[in-house]
């Protein structure tokens, strides 16, 4: 399973330049809402999760959209890396009352640790690389963010807000490109298809960046 992630140092990649006369120019239509039903990991509270979400929703008013956050579950990290969360987030099913699912990591004295070796790196070769967030790039259906962050360092690069921002993006079936035109295409595209009549009611569908649609959760869960 292949995902979309974000980096900060040597490997940090874009959504694209934003163009405000040309997202201004498009239609987005009427609000609509996506459900994300979002993973505590222990550390993280509903406080901080509504913190983040209330940025996010910052950034979707612009396309007339809100996303709306319910705790689905709260827990310890399945595994020390990313990639164990998303492999956890892969056997979840979509259940109804979720459009995406959503895991905020929190912090450990593993991340601790990791973080010391990895500011050792930035001091000898000057290279800070460490994922901030990803979401799959099958479906564009779930993922996670570092939603704490542990040192200065860090925040001069990004922030669990920045990082959700542009995670979201990827939720709503955008890819990396150099300039944001062809990411207001994708979500405008994205809220008529809710809107289509071969949607599965009250699902708000996914986009992914390679045009494939997902108008059912059960589709989405096949294809994961």
């Given amino acids: 399973m292949s995902f979309f992630s974000f980096s900060f140092g040597g490997g940090c990649t874009t959504i694209g330049i934003p163009d405000s006369s040309q997202r201004n120019a498009m239609d987005f239509g009427q609000i609509a809402e996506m459900k994300v039903c979002t993973i505590l990991e222990t550390g993280v509270s509903e406080e901080d999760m509504n913190e983040l979400f209330d940025h996010w929703n910052d950034e979707l008013e ?3 959209l809100k996303a709306v956050p319910y705790v689905y579950g709260k827990m310890d990290r399945p595994g020390f890396m990313g990639q164990s969360i998303l492999t956890y987030l892969y056997n979840l099913k979509l259940e109804p009352g979720c459009d995406r699912i ?3 990591k929190g912090r450990t004295w593993g991340d601790i640790v990791f973080e010391f070796f ?5 001091a000898g ?3 800070k690389l460490e994922i901030q967030g990803a979401v799959d790039s099958e479906t564009h259906s779930r993922g996670y963010i570092k939603s704490k962050y542990i040192s200065t360092l860090q925040l001069l690069f990004s922030s669990p807000k920045s990082t959700l921002v542009h995670e979201g993006y990827h939720l709503l079936g955008c890819g990396h490109q150099l300039f944001m035109e062809e ?3 994708t979500i405008r595209n994205l809220k008529n298809l809710a809107k289509d009549q ?7 569908p996914t986009l992914t960046s ?3 649609k997902f108008q059912t959760r059960r589709k989405v869960d096949s294809q994961m």
């Fill in 210 to 212: 390679r045009g494939q």
């Fill in 118 to 122: 990895t500011l050792g790196i930035f």
């Fill in 198 to 204: 071969n949607t599965e009611q009250g699902f708000f």
């Fill in 125 to 127: 070769i000057g290279i």
């Fill in 62 to 64: 612009l396309y007339t």
């Fill in 102 to 104: 959503l895991y905020l």
């Fill in 183 to 185: 990411c207001y295409v």
